[in-house]
Nanobody, 114 residues
Framework: QVQLVESGGGLVQAGGSLRLSCAAS???????MGWFRQAPGKQRDFVAR???????NYADSVKGRFTISRDNAKNTVYLQMNSLKPEDTGVYYC?????????WGRGTQDTVSS
């Protein structure tokens, strides 16, 4: 199992960009990595996922604006977020999923002002 630490969150104006990072305590070579977000008072929703082979998929609401990528040598996953909207505001969580475990980070807050 790996420990995950997110970073890169902050306050940005609508139309701006943020880049989130998720650093793992161990190898993520064989894991599927994902990003989820939770707005105040709402459930945690899927944002993006990247498999160990590099295949990606995205929530419809972020397609064309967000890009997930991974650097296995650094045990890090990234989420580049462009053209941000106020509805993108929330706590962003990183998830690592392998055959034998699922790990979550503690999240990083992103706030997009209108």
């Amino acid at each position: 199992q790996v420990q995950l630490v997110e970073s890169g969150g902050g306050l940005v104006q609508a139309g701006g960009s943020l880049r989130l990072s998720c650093a793992a305590s161990g190898s993520i070579f064989a894991t599927t990595m994902g990003w989820f977000r939770q707005a105040p008072g709402k459930q945690r929703d899927f944002v993006a996922r990247i498999t160990s082979y590099g295949s990606t998929n995205y929530a419809d609401s972020v397609k064309g604006r967000f890009t997930i990528s991974r650097d296995n040598a650094k045990n890090t996953v990234y989420l580049q977020m462009n053209s941000l909207k106020p509805e993108d505001t929330g706590v962003y969580y990183c998830k690592a999923e392998a055959f034998s475990f699922v790990s979550w980070g503690r999240g990083t807050q992103d706030t997009v002002s209108s």
